[in-house]
């Protein structure tokens, strides 16, 4: 297809012609521009002509004619006849012939694209070798005349690093804004469908948050090398090689390595996660060096294992959360109470999690945190009533996957607030089964909603010191001398 572009500016009038589809040739050509002064310069003009056809004739007319009968057959050389210089150039090379007189002439070779915004012709080529000089040239064959040549726009030919080659499109609405939708139909999703492009892939989301790209900005730039581009308000032309439209997702929370290329596993997403927030651990802990205010009680307390309460407020509560602290203390924990909102930002948990040996907390989208734990560290799950299924499917299963050493504590009906409001004989508290299998909503309404917890103490002990022997057991013995 051959078409043609006028674009007008001041009284210049300039024509660009571009043969596209097969013949993968463009010529940019300015025309117009001198026609009030040629009458003038007829002579000089005619005589120049004249030269310039005794040298074509008496030097290349036999070969000019073999190009273009080769060019019917094939794509033949012509560099030589057109840019001397530039014979035998490579694929992602840009090479310009300035040796003529009367004009310059540029050759581009790849993956050649317009820019009319910046002047530009970008060639799109692997930058490995930074040599990679961009060229300016006016396509004029007037040269030698600065005064005319100072009408005709000038050109930049500009390599561009070939690096939006791929790319993955992906959704961040849905039940966005809930960190376990986020990290199990999100973050694990798009780890899981792009970690194998080693970074050279550029994340397209549609339903665009500015607030996740920065509560995730972390874990992003570990998978990829680029900004994530806005798909709806991002209104540039991005060009892919390849995309993937959409997330693989394999269970919850979870990555089967079956299912992955070199076997990954969650473990490896969790690395993924330790690289994502070390820059910003470390800039924290530098900080507090410098100000003097490291936690002088962490550090004292660092040789007794850490336990960490996740805890709720609003549903699912823990109503005697000050006396499970001087439990847990009285068994010999360094105990931390981590009070995590949409606004807590997560390097800071992670830093918490990363370092501690039990992470307690009740049922809930918080313990999705359960990823920030080290393997062979303690997860114990406070499972209230009629919420057991859901425990286990979506933090206790995983907690397994992730080698966690995983307690479920299912809760007495009288450690829950239900028992206290509707007794120990309403179906509420004796048959949970015959609510929650009405379905979600029933469920969520009746026990995830209006329920909270008073552990019995006595009987939550006990679980307390299987973790605490078994930290002891995978730390070493506690060193009590300070
Ligand atoms: C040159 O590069 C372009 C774009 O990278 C590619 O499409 C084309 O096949 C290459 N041509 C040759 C001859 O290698
Ligand atoms: C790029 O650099 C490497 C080593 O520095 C060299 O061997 C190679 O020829 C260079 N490639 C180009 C296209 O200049
Ligand atoms: C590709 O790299 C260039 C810098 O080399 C950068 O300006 C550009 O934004 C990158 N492309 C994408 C799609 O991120
Ligand atoms: C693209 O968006 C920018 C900023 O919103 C605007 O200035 C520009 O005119 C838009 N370009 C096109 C081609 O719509
Ligand atoms: C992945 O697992 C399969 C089956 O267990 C095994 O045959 C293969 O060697 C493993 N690949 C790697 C890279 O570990
Ligand atoms: C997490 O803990 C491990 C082992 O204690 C440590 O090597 C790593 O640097 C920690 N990660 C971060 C991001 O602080
Ligand atoms: C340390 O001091 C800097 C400024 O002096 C402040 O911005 C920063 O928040 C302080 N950090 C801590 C942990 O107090
Ligand atoms: C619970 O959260 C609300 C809203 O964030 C806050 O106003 C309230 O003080 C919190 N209550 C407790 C006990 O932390
Ligand atoms: C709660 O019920 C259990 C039996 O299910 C009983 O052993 C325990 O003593 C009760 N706790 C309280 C505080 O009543």
């Not at 602290?325 to 830093?351: C, M, N, Q, S």
């Amino acid at each position: 297809m051959q078409y043609q572009r006028l674009i007008k500016k001041g009284e210049k009038l300039r024509v660009t012609v571009e043969e596209d589809g097969s013949g993968a040739t463009a010529v940019s050509v300015a025309s117009g521009g001198y026609l009030k002064r040629v009458n003038q310069k007829i002579l000089l003009i005619i005589f120049l002509s004249f030269l310039f056809c005794c040298y074509i004739f008496s030097f290349s007319s036999f070969s000019l004619l073999g190009a273009f009968s080769r060019e019917s057959v094939g794509f033949g050389p012509y560099e030589p006849f057109i840019a001397p210089l530039c014979s035998g150039i490579s694929n992602g090379t840009i090479c310009c012939d300035r040796n003529g007189f009367r004009s310059d002439i540029c050759i581009m070779k790849g993956d050649v694209r317009t820019h009319s915004a910046s002047s530009s012709v970008f060639l799109f080529t692997s930058l490995k070798n930074k040599s990679k000089i961009p060229e300016k040239m006016k396509p004029y064959t007037r040269k030698w005349e600065t005064s005319v040549m100072e009408t005709v726009q000038e050109l930049n030919l500009v390599y561009r690093d070939d690096n939006s080659s791929l790319s993955v499109f992906f959704s961040t609405g849905g039940y966005t804004g809930n960190v376990y939708h986020e990290f199990n139909d999100g973050i694990i999703p798009f780890s899981i469908t792009s970690q194998h492009f080693n970074k050279k892939v550029v994340f397209v989301i549609v339903e665009y948050h500015r607030w996740w790209v920065m509560k995730y900005g972390d874990i992003v730039s570990q998978l990829s090398d680029y900004p994530p581009v806005d798909f709806s308000s991002d209104n540039r032309t991005h060009c892919f090689k390849e995309s993937i439209v959409g997330l693989k997702i394999h269970d919850e929370l979870t990555v089967d390595p079956s299912l992955m290329l070199g076997n990954k596993t969650i473990l490896d997403f969790r690395n993924v996660l330790d690289r994502a927030y070390w820059p910003r651990i470390r800039g924290l802990i530098q900080d507090e060096a410098a100000n003097k205010t490291g936690k002088r009680f962490q550090e004292l307390g660092l040789k007794k294992p850490k336990l960490v309460i996740l805890s709720r407020n609003g549903s699912r509560e823990l109503l005697n959360e000050n006396l499970l602290v001087g439990l847990a203390e009285d068994i010999g924990f360094f105990v931390e109470v981590l009070r995590p909102d949409k606004t807590t930002e997560l390097a800071k948990i992670y830093r918490c999690l990363n370092s501690s040996d039990v992470m307690i907390g009740v049922h809930g989208a918080a313990m999705t945190h359960l990823l920030f734990l080290k393997p062979r560290t303690v997860f114990i799950q406070i499972i209230p009533i009629g919420t057991e299924w859901a425990a286990e499917t979506y933090y206790g299963e995983p907690a397994k996957k992730l080698r966690l050493k995983y307690i479920g504590y299912k809760i007495k009906p009288n450690e829950s607030s239900l028992y206290d409001e509707y007794g120990k004989d309403d179906p509420i508290i004796r048959d949970p089964k015959s609510f929650t299998r009405k379905g979600w909503d029933y469920t969520k309404k009746m026990y995830l909603e209006r329920q909270n917890v008073k552990l019995d103490l006595k009987r939550f002990r006990k679980p307390l010191s299987r973790a605490y022997d078994f930290s002891i057991k995978r730390i070493g013995p506690v060193y009590s001398s300070y």
